[in-house]
């Protein structure tokens, strides 16, 4: 039990009742508790959206870091198409309970005619990258998508992180 509480940072809280943890905390005691079961998938049925904006970043960090050591799918249920792109390998939409949709979130991505992403204003294309460089001098990384390069607003992660970028339509020019 301590490791799983230390897996999901809430190491030194084992002796606080239920009534003494935030919000944030009674989600990452659930994750822990559904951790102990070794389960071959877990579902994870709208995770976020109990918690207020700072909290959901922490949370969000946490279950990369989660996802990053299990070897355990994921089915991840919401309503946020932000989650989906920081989250999803693979996506099924449904409306009304019925399939309309299903494929990889580069796929999806660029389904325009669907309207979860209509909704959001812009088309846009989503690509997993990995961070090649660093140029923190310049305010940029360099991110690797298969064979191009990609120059993007400097984050502070180390050289090898994988990432999934999303880049709206708007922000492409192209030039002959």
Do not use: C, N
């Not at 809280?13 to 559904?34: D, F, H």
């Not at 996802?67 to 991840?76: A, E, I």
């Amino acid at each position: 039990a301590r490791a799983l509480l230390g897996k999901v940072h809430l190491g030194g809280l084992e002796q606080r009742r239920p009534s003494q943890l935030s919000g944030g905390q009674r989600q990452r005691v659930a994750l822990a508790r559904a951790l102990a079961r070794e389960p071959r998938v877990l579902l994870l049925d709208e995770p976020f959206s109990a918690v207020d904006a700072p909290v959901r970043k922490a949370l969000y960090q946490e279950l990369v870091e989660v996802r990053r050591s299990l070897d355990v799918p994921m089915l991840l249920v919401t309503h946020d198409y932000q989650e989906v792109l920081r989250f999803a390998d693979s996506v099924a939409i449904l409306d009304s309970g019925r399939l309309v949709a299903q494929g990889t979130i580069g796929e999806i991505s660029r389904r325009t005619d669907l309207p979860l992403l209509q909704a959001l204003g812009e088309p846009a294309s989503a690509f997993d990258a990995k961070v090649s460089a660093i140029h923190a001098d310049r305010g940029l990384i360099e991110l690797e998508l298969g064979a191009q390069r990609l120059l993007a607003p400097y984050v502070d992660l180390p050289t090898g992180t994988r990432v999934r970028v999303r880049v709206a339509a708007r922000d492409v020019v192209l030039a002959i």
